[in-house]
């Protein structure tokens, strides 16, 4: 078995007296999509916010290819290689295509800040960087504001590789999105997958889109891991179960119909 | 149909409709309007050799305060300090020069005068920006407390020191000073002559009338050109226009958010004091309320120009057409005698509403509104 890229170790978050992680492990390997699953409150956005450097955790170890790794800021997870795409994007709707994608990291000439922007360059690279993981835009330029869900999420994807995410978190990418591109982010992640070098972690509500690109989960219910495993290991039902956290599909609908 | 993807709903356009989407294209429109209206109701005197001065005198004022207010205001910030600023800058400088320097340095040139009052409105720019971005708290309240405070501090310095609320009868340190002559001095003189040598430009006994611009033209220019290439070329430029977008995700992409925008609290001070000592230096004089309500206006002109209150957007050229816009009409009354000249007041008030609903429009149309 291969080295995880990032590995989680007995991680343990607390906010004063609450418990919001409570001891959880996590292997992400290169090339693969993991599944992370669990309802609202489980501590999935509490987990992303400790492997991308938001918060210290209170207790464990973040291994990064192996070595122990402390992340003080967002900045220190950035570097090594662990790229958040968050609900809300970080992109801004007013600016172009290129301004989005190199916003903070601009390529220029001559002093930092100061330096002239190489905007030929940058448009390329940025057109060039989204047709590799599915979509083709006409115009660079165009105000990102003029652009669908899926086609900004893919911005966002696209920007976080190419400046060196190894591991991709995706945050409820498909939520907020129309059936078709719903469709076009998981084309997109399998897209990912295929380069073989990227880890996807896919947090995600809908249990359909997991098993259609997931090759591995993890299910997170009251900051603890309920169930975890590779995709050939679960059954359907199970992971509906797990899905649900923990209790029987078939208890919630008695308790349904008693009502 | 599967040959279709979602790049092709996204209509070409035309070099002439990509043109008036552009955000200076509302500016020039008015400002084209303004133009030809005022040089038929003047019978072109507002385009004579002397209009033009006196026009492009007023214009370069309105402009360099509002390129400075715009910046700030693509990044998302007000700034109503910047008239206080203008006075306070003035006060600064006049007052070392009749008085000299500070505890006791000894006489002040018209170098010396500039540099320290920049050193402090600089530091007063930074003392605001540092407050906003720290406190979290709008701009336009933090701002506002220093459009009280620093016209008190200027009338109060005036009285305590100077016993009179204004300065005048300076000598004319444009004659001896080559720094004041940078300020309050005369430019574009080859051009006049120019125009003299071609048979324009003469009075009624036939000599030539007008022998140039003032400095601030060049200033204006200086400011706009600088402007515009930072706005629009440099890294900092896409900062800015990040900043004001959403200044959170601006931060999550690594921009400098808060030292952007302090950087543009100092600009702005930068344009007042450039300002104040071009009135400094041209009329050798100083009084406490110089500056009155010129933040209002660099904010009006900057909205004129196509640039969003919300930040994020806007262009240095299409406040630059602003300013000549409001800088005619506020001057027309002078070569419309059957004008009254509160009308400029009447016309602001319109033209801002109007410009307010246009860029609203436009920025719905961007983020896909309409």
């Known amino acids: ?259 | 149909m599967s040959d279709r993807n979602e790049s092709d709903r996204l209509q070409q356009e035309s070099t002439f409709q990509r043109l008036i989407r552009r955000p200076e294209a509302g500016s020039f429109a008015v400002m084209v309007v303004v133009l030809v209206l005022i040089a038929f109701a003047s019978n072109g005197n507002a385009m004579n050799a002397l209009g033009i001065k006196n026009n492009l005198s007023i214009i370069s004022q309105f402009g360099i305060i509002a390129t400075g207010a715009a910046l700030l205001m693509i990044a998302g910030e007000f700034d109503l300090s910047i008239g206080s600023m203008i006075g306070f800058a003035g006060m600064s400088m006049a007052m070392m020069l009749k008085w000299g320097l500070p505890f006791g340095l000894g006489e002040a040139t018209p170098f010396s005068a500039f540099f320290i009052t920049l050193a402090m409105t600089l530091s007063l720019g930074w003392l605001i920006g540092t407050i906003v971005v720290r406190s979290g708290l709008s701009s336009f309240i933090v701002s506002l407390g220093f459009l009280f405070g620093l016209r008190g501090v200027t009338e109060v310095t005036f009285r305590l020191i100077n016993q009179s609320t204004q300065i005048s009868g300076l000598q004319d340190f444009k004659e001896t000073s080559f720094f004041a002559r940078l300020f309050g001095g005369e430019s574009f003189g080859w051009f006049y002559d120019l125009a003299f040598a071609l048979g324009f430009n003469l009075n009624r006994r036939g000599e030539q009338w007008v022998t140039g611009l003032d400095a601030r033209v060049v200033w204006w220019m200086l400011v706009v050109l600088i402007a515009y290439i930072i706005l629009s070329r440099t890294q900092i430029g896409n900062w800015i226009y990040a900043t004001g977008d959403n200044k959170e995700s601006a931060r999550a992409n690594g921009v400098p958010v808060n030292r952007v925008k302090v950087g543009l609290f100092m600009t702005t001070a930068l344009c007042a004091t450039i300002f104040a000592a071009c009135q400094v230096f041209d009329t050798n004089t100083a009084d406490a309320a110089k500056g009155n309500l010129k933040e209002l206006e660099a904010i009006a002109i900057a909205v004129v120009g196509g640039i969003l209150m919300t930040g994020g957007f806007g262009s240095v050229i299409g406040v630059a057409f602003g300013a000549v816009t409001f800088g005619l009409v506020a001057n027309a009354v002078f070569y419309i005698p059957w004008i009254d000249g509160s009308f400029y007041r009447v016309f602001v008030g319109a033209v801002l509403l109007a410009a307010v609903f246009a860029n609203e429009r436009i920025r719905k149309r961007i983020t896909g509104g309409i």
């Open chain 1, 1 to 259: 078995m291969a080295e995880p890229y990032v590995r989680l170790e007995n991680i343990v978050k607390r906010f004063g007296p609450f418990t919001a992680l409570n001891g959880v492990n996590l292997d992400v390997h290169s090339g693969e999509v993991h599944a992370l699953l669990g309802d609202n409150g489980a501590g999935k956005s509490t987990l992303i916010k400790v492997m991308s450097g938001v918060h210290a955790p209170s207790e464990g170890t973040i291994y990064v290819e192996g070595k122990p790794t402390v992340f003080n800021s967002p900045r220190d997870a950035t570097v090594a290689g662990i790229g958040t795409v968050y609900q809300d994007l970080a992109i801004n709707p007013l600016m172009s295509v290129t301004r989005n994608f190199f916003m903070g990291r601009e390529l220029y000439k001559g002093p930092r800040g100061l330096g002239i922007m190489k905007m030929g360059e940058m448009n390329e690279i940025a057109h060039d960087e989204m047709l590799k993981i599915g979509i083709d835009i006409s115009d660079p330029t165009q105000a990102v504001g003029t652009m669908s869900g899926g086609q900004r999420q893919t911005l966002a994807i696209a920007r976080a590789i190419h400046f060196g995410a190894k591991v991709l978190i995706l945050d409820e990418p498909t939520s907020a999105l129309g059936q078709k591109q719903q469709m076009g982010v998981l084309k997109t992640i399998k897209k990912v997958r295929k380069r073989g070098d990227i880890a996807v972690i896919f947090i995600t509500h809908n249990e359909i889109h997991s098993q259609l690109v997931a090759d591995r989960y993890t299910f997170l219910a009251l900051g603890q891991v309920i169930g975890a495993g590779k995709k050939d290991e679960l059954e359907h039902n199970e992971i509906r179960r797990l899905m649900a956290g923990g209790a029987e599909m078939r208890d919630l609908e008695q308790e349904l119909a008693d009502i």
